[in-house]
């Protein structure tokens, strides 16, 4: 009997603690994450999300093979990542979660008290996730996910590139903060082909059939 392809799922915000009460976030929710997997899952793929907080619109019931593991901070979505990824069990990859680049250097013990006049926090960079992933498992199929501000096409393209290329992904969906609210994107791969989508269901089906023609493969293959 044929197994399932398994695709692992990152998505939602991650949480940065800077004391036991408070934390960094973000504004992205997790849900262009969340129709990628259900996308993936209806069409017969074994689907495993990571899903971070920020209010991803979970239905009432979803497929069998989609499994749910939720997360909130930086180091559970590091751990789960590398332990899924490193398992070999996984054909793909879609890294679709809002990673913090910096953490607090130091994080306060208990609550940071209020009243301060000034109150200052230092940050260190992170290890970026999706630059560990072919490092974990160089055969698994790669899509990153890239977020500009205040580009144009032409420029978006560019960075796209640069970032799909230092990381070693196989797919890259690049958007501008201008057309966030619109889920505006462009889904596209090392030889400069380009696909333009607008909202999360016309992206994840996209995504979807490109990440079955390009690993040459079909969900129950």
């Given at each position: 009997?044929?197994?399932?392809?398994?695709?692992?799922?990152t998505?939602?915000?991650?949480?940065?603690?800077?004391?036991?009460?408070?934390?960094?976030?973000?504004?992205?929710?997790?849900?262009?994450g969340?129709a990628?997997?259900?996308?993936a899952?209806?069409r017969?793929f074994?689907?495993t999300?990571?899903?971070?907080?920020g209010?991803?619109?979970?239905?009432?019931?979803?497929?069998?093979?989609?499994?749910?593991i939720n997360?909130?901070?930086?180091?559970?979505?590091?751990?789960?990542?590398?332990?899924?990824?490193?398992?070999?069990?996984?054909?793909a990859l879609?890294?679709?979660?809002?990673?913090p680049?910096y953490?607090?250097?130091?994080?306060?013990d208990?609550?940071?008290?209020?009243?301060q006049?000034?109150?200052?926090?230092?940050f260190?960079?992170?290890?970026?996730?999706v630059d560990?992933?072919?490092?974990?498992?160089?055969?698994?199929f790669?899509?990153k996910?890239?977020?500009e501000v205040g580009?144009?096409?032409?420029?978006?393209?560019?960075?796209?590139?640069?970032?799909?290329?230092?990381s070693?992904?196989?797919?890259?969906?690049?958007?501008?903060?201008?057309?966030?609210?619109?889920?505006?994107?462009?889904?596209?791969d090392?030889?400069?082909?380009?696909?333009?989508?607008?909202?999360?269901e016309?992206i994840?089906?996209?995504?979807?059939?490109?990440?079955s023609?390009?690993?040459g493969?079909?969900?129950?293959?």
């Amino acid at each position: 009997m044929q197994t399932q392809k398994q695709i692992l799922i990152t998505a939602g915000s991650v949480w940065v603690p800077i004391d036991r009460v408070r934390v960094i976030t973000n504004i992205f929710t997790g849900n262009t994450g969340l129709a990628i997997a259900l996308e993936a899952a209806r069409r017969g793929f074994a689907v495993t999300l990571l899903l971070g907080p920020g209010g991803a619109k979970i239905p009432a019931s979803w497929p069998d093979n989609l499994k749910i593991i939720n997360f909130k901070y930086y180091d559970e979505l590091y751990n789960l990542t590398k332990e899924h990824v490193a398992s070999g069990k996984m054909s793909a990859l879609v890294h679709t979660a809002a990673v913090p680049d910096y953490v607090p250097t130091e994080v306060f013990d208990g609550k940071i008290k209020s009243g301060q006049e000034n109150l200052s926090i230092s940050f260190k960079p992170t290890v970026k996730i999706v630059d560990q992933v072919k490092i974990w498992d160089p055969q698994i199929f790669l899509v990153k996910f890239k977020l500009e501000v205040g580009l144009g096409v032409a420029e978006l393209f560019a960075k796209a590139g640069e970032s799909m290329s230092h990381s070693r992904a196989d797919l890259i969906v690049a958007n501008d903060l201008s057309g966030y609210q619109a889920r505006k994107a462009f889904i596209i791969d090392p030889a400069g082909n380009m696909v333009e989508c607008l909202g999360n269901e016309n992206i994840s089906a996209n995504l979807v059939d490109i990440i079955s023609k390009k690993m040459g493969l079909t969900p129950c293959e």
